[in-house]
């Protein structure tokens, strides 16, 4: 947890495909501020229900338990009754967002379900009225994780273990082990439904009122002083402990009533302060399912209060729209090659004139399904097709309808396919694939396991001086006008900041390997500027954004890249120019990453100034050597971990410490933490750098095939300590998208 900021928020425009800690994408991607993505969310929450995914695992229900709706959440945000928490769990990968209030508290909390038996959750608090700290409102940031210690079965309780606000200074730390059972009442006639009972112990917050003793220290450090965001390991499961637990009816899917006994004494807020006058431990509620995704709240809170939740749950398992693709083009089986024997000939082979016409037929077959052929190099018996992939979100999916597309124009003797998919004209990875195997496969049994089961994986070979290029792809040219969103967080005045404008987009590709792009921006509107100054010890690479925001036209970037493969598993990129809206100069990466590896080794160097604040070609004073060396690894299932140890903008040595995880629709959530020589002292409020990051696809809620993905990055408080070089077009996230793992995980949409 994290009190209210000594400097600036977040750092307008940051995302995990250039964050300090980003497995990076090269997708397109939306940077949404935090209140816009609340609004957004809610509005996919209401949208209609897509059937779930087929082959989409299910946490299993306990025998006797009626399956209804994900359990409710509590003014938290995180499983429970109201103030209270049970031991439910929400569905594996469950992505839930709350809006909380009651008593002059309001909560905004996300909360994700990582494992079926461990959840995390950020919250954003505003308290009115709470006089200590010298603020009208008073905003506070926190953490909590939960783990489930036992599964509920036909006679047992769930059991779990929850940390609430474990990480800082504590103003709602809590430490509670918790135990629920679900009873089926639907033999009892009229009531009907289902019946939730729970009980629990509590420390901290949870343990302030009617206390039963102190099992582990009386003693329990005080809430205040310090920079906060630290793990307050000295606080966990000291002081007094005290039981609470409730009562939850759901007579049908779509009403729940609630009881609820609280061992929260709310001493800060109704002791120490006049937020609001508890009158009894008792809180009772009343919710209604409007959705599958939202459910609605009304309570009275402590003999004295009303209150209300509005709650919006997501998964990427059930997509609100089903993906509605147009069917690929059949599978062109060759004639028998003993009753036809002219189809077999291979004197077309020695003609390049028949090359470039195969050549040219593969192009506009490819085109069709919004697919570029980059080269061509075909022989009597075999072919490689290096293509790009502009529509599809999954390179399986385009893997598969190259392949289509290659049996429907090559002629039939050439047996082999290497497919090479390539970004920037960089190949990727190679996979090979056997002409006969995929005419004998398109309708077996289990075609995805069987196509995969065959398939080979491996680096690109150097591009063959045989290839034919295809025709007329550089120099490309490309440009838009599309919006921007600069957001600002956590200014203790005014927490949320926004600056809206448009943005000129330009793009040139001269030769292969080679990008050229710029960013004009022209603020509309937006208040960015009336933040506060930072007063961070450290050189200011991040606290100034209130100074970079005092300009309505700026040059948000304009740089060369140009990519390449240095040698077998190796990947090369050199970027030059104004990187982004604060520093500018040259950056060089090396990347080791074997095709069917797990592991991937990085290095990136660079030597960067910082910008006139005004945005325009002028640098200040200020140049710093900075640079990582990464390590990268799929642990499976979708967990992706990376550790980046190196020097920081601020001239700060350290690491960073990531952990997504993906889906293979393109959903990502995931968490990064940076620690480096600053002391938490001179780092300032929140003592080290950390956050939450989450990717959201455009195909998974329009249901039509895109590349583009929206998302954000929060932190609690965005200091200079633990600040990364933001560059365009980081290396991993579009090599590992097409290699073995990613493309083992997405076999089934080889034949989408």
């Known amino acids: 947890m994290t009190g209210h900021p000594a400097g600036q928020g977040a750092h307008p425009g940051l995302y995990v495909g250039g964050s300090a800690s980003g497995i990076g994408r090269r997708l397109p991607t939306i940077v949404m501020p935090f209140p816009l993505l609340l609004a957004f969310l809610l509005l996919l929450a209401l949208a209609p229900s897509g059937s779930r995914a087929q082959g989409a695992p299910a946490d299993p229900t306990p025998p006797g338990v009626t399956l209804l709706p994900p359990p409710s959440l509590n003014f938290y945000g995180v499983v429970g009754l109201m103030d209270m928490p049970t031991a439910e769990m929400s569905p594996d990968a469950q992505f839930t967002t709350a809006i909380s209030y009651f008593g002059g508290t309001s909560r905004y909390t996300m909360t994700f379900q990582a494992l079926p038996w461990m959840s995390a959750s950020f919250r954003y608090n505003g308290i009115q009225n709470l006089n200590l700290f010298g603020f009208s409102t008073y905003y506070d940031r926190s953490f909590d994780v939960r783990f489930r210690l036992r599964r509920e079965t036909r006679i047992w309780p769930a059991l779990t273990l929850g940390l609430q606000d474990f990480i800082g200074t504590g103003l709602y730390s809590a430490e509670y082990l918790v135990a629920t059972k679900n009873i089926d009442l639907s033999g009892l006639g009229s009531l009907g439904g289902r019946l939730k009972l729970t009980a629990g112990l509590g420390w901290g917050r949870l343990g302030s009122y009617g206390s039963i003793g102190a099992p582990f220290g009386n003693k329990r450090p005080k809430f205040g002083g310090g920079t906060g965001g630290q793990l307050a390991f000295d606080q966990w499961f000291r002081g007094p402990m005290a039981p609470f637990g409730g009562i939850e009816w759901q007579p049908d899917d779509r009403w729940g009533l609630k009881l609820e006994y609280s061992s929260d004494a709310y001493d800060l807020e109704t002791r120490r302060s006049s937020v609001f006058r508890r009158a009894s431990p008792l809180n009772f509620g009343v919710e209604y399912q409007a959705s599958k995704r939202t459910r609605l709240g009304a309570y009275y809170m402590y003999g004295s209060e009303l209150g209300f939740t509005l709650q919006m749950q997501l998964n990427p398992y059930s997509p609100p729209t089903p993906m509605r693709i147009s069917a690929p083009v059949p599978i062109q089986p060759r004639p028998d090659r003993a009753a036809n024997p002219a189809y077999w000939d291979t004197a077309w082979a020695g ?181 506060r100054s930072s007063n961070s010890v450290l050189p200011h690479v991040r606290t100034d954004a209130v100074l970079y925001a005092q300009y309505d036209t700026t040059l948000n970037n304009l740089y060369a890249a140009y990519q390449w493969r240095p040698g077998r598993d190796l990947y090369g990129r050199v970027t030059v120019g104004y990187l982004e809206q604060m520093f500018g100069g040259i950056s060089a990466e090396l990347l080791w990453k074997p095709v069917t590896s797990r592991l991937g080794l990085g290095v990136e160097a660079n030597w960067v100034k910082q910008r006139d604040y005004d945005q325009r070609l002028g640098f200040q004073a200020y140049s710093v050597a900075t640079g990582h060396a990464s390590l990268y690894y799929d642990f499976g299932n979708g967990f992706l971990g990376q550790i980046d140890a190196g020097r920081y903008l601020a001239g700060d040595v350290g690491a960073t410490f990531s952990l997504d995880r993906t889906f293979d629709n393109g959903w990502s959530v995931g968490g990064f933490f940076t620690q480096t020589n600053v002391s938490a002292r001179d780092f300032g409020e929140g003592s080290f750098d950390k956050g939450i990051r989450f990717t959201i696809p455009l195909n998974w809620f329009l249901g039509k095939p895109s590349r583009q993905a929206f998302g954000t990055t929060i932190r609690p408080i965005q200091r200079d300590g633990g600040a990364r070089l933001i560059v365009p077009g980081r290396l991993y996230g579009q090599v590992r998208e097409a290699h073995r793992r990613a493309l083992q995980a997405q076999k089934a949409r080889f034949w989408e």
């Open 351 to 531: 003609s390049r004139a028949a090359h470039v016409q195969l050549r040219d037929l593969l192009a506009a077959q490819l085109a069709a399904d919004g697919l570029v052929l980059e080269s061509l190099d075909v022989s009597a018996n075999a072919a490689e097709l290096r293509f790009r992939n502009e529509r599809y979100r999954s390179f399986a999916n385009a893997i598969g309808r190259a392949a289509r597309a290659m049996t429907r124009v090559l002629p039939s003797s050439v047996e082999t396919f290497r497919l090479v998919p390539v970004e920037r004209a960089m190949a990727l990875s190679a996979v090979t694939i056997r002409r006969s195997d995929l005419e004998a496969l398109e309708f077996a049994p289990d075609a995805a396991a069987a196509i995969e089961a065959v398939s080979g994986y491996g680096d690109a070979p150097q591009l063959a001086a045989s290839a034919l290029t295809g025709a007329d792809l550089y120099p490309a040219t490309g440009w838009s006008v599309e919006p921007y969103f600069s957001p600002a967080y956590f200014d203790p005045a005014r927490p949320f900041r926004l600056d809206v404008g448009v943005a000129l987009v330009g793009h040139w590709q001269p030769a292969p390997g080679w990008f050229m792009s710029g960013t004009i921006r022209q603020r509309v509107a937006g208040n960015v500027a009336g933040g």
